[in-house]
């Protein structure tokens, strides 16, 4: 399996609901980006936790990081029906270069 | 306002065609990157431009690919000799500095037919 796995594959909830999609990798890291990506769009970066950070919040969005379990986990609150898009981690594993190893994704359909 | 433009949003090639695709950082930033994204598919790394000098690419960035700021503005990736696995949607991305925030353009659809 690779780095940036996420799960689940595809969630669908109601509308006001919350969403939580994990993420998991292998090897060590610098931070840990989450990207929200619309339809046959561009990706819209959401939030970055660092290595050293265990939580990190910004507006509905929740991110928490466990390092020793390789792990991290985007909860969107009160979700809106326009939160529908496919969710992707993307992992910085201390390379100079600051490339991303991005997961498979979590597509989340939120239903009005 | 996009912190990056990429040009053209979409672009039709024939196999075997040479295409260059473009990219336009808002600010002046250093560090740039371009992945791609097969349909349906995770996005990939390809390559990061640093200080006009390539830092890191990819197995998928092989001899057909090249990346080049000719103008200190434009970032631009050439891709040879096109081929049909080369359709994918192609962002370019730009960072403050490594280990920061990655912005990404809205992506360009390169289709090889």
């Known amino acids: 399996s690779q780095q940036g796995e996420e799960d689940p594959q595809a969630l669908s909830i109601q509308e006001g609901e919350n969403a939580t999609m994990n993420c998991s990798y292998k090897?060590?890291?610098?931070?840990l980006q989450w990207y929200r990506q619309n339809s046959g769009r561009g990706l819209v970066h959401l939030i970055l936790?660092?290595?050293?950070?265990r939580e990190k919040h910004s507006g509905r969005l929740r991110v928490t990081l466990d390092t020793s379990k390789k792990s991290s986990s985007l909860l969107i609150t009160a979700s809106r029906a326009a939160d529908t898009a496919s969710y992707f981690c993307?992992?910085?594993?201390?390379?100079?270069?600051?490339?991303?190893?991005f997961g498979d994704g979590t597509t989340l359909t939120v239903k009005p | 306002e996009p912190e990056v433009t990429q040009t053209p949003s979409h672009q039709v090639t024939q196999m075997g065609q040479e295409v260059i695709l473009r990219c336009v950082p808002i600010?002046?930033?250093?560090?740039f990157y371009w992945y791609r994204q097969i349909l349906g598919q995770k996005v990939e790394f390809l390559v990061s431009?640093?200080?006009?000098?390539?830092?890191?690419k990819s197995e998928i960035f092989d001899d057909q690919f090249s990346v080049e700021r000719p103008d200190g503005s434009n970032f631009t990736l050439k891709i040879r000799s096109t081929k049909l696995e080369d359709s994918a949607m192609y962002f370019c991305?730009?960072?403050?500095?490594?280990?920061?925030?990655?912005?990404f353009g809205q992506g360009t659809r390169l289709t090889v037919v």
């Open positions: 993307a992992t910085d594993h201390n390379t100079n270069a600051g490339k991303s190893t």
């Open positions: 090897t060590s890291i610098n931070n």
């Open positions: 936790i660092r290595s050293n950070e």
């Open positions: 600010s002046n930033h250093l560090y």
């Open positions: 431009f640093y200080n006009n000098e390539i830092s890191e």
């Open positions: 991305a730009r960072a403050d500095r490594v280990g920061t925030e990655a912005f």
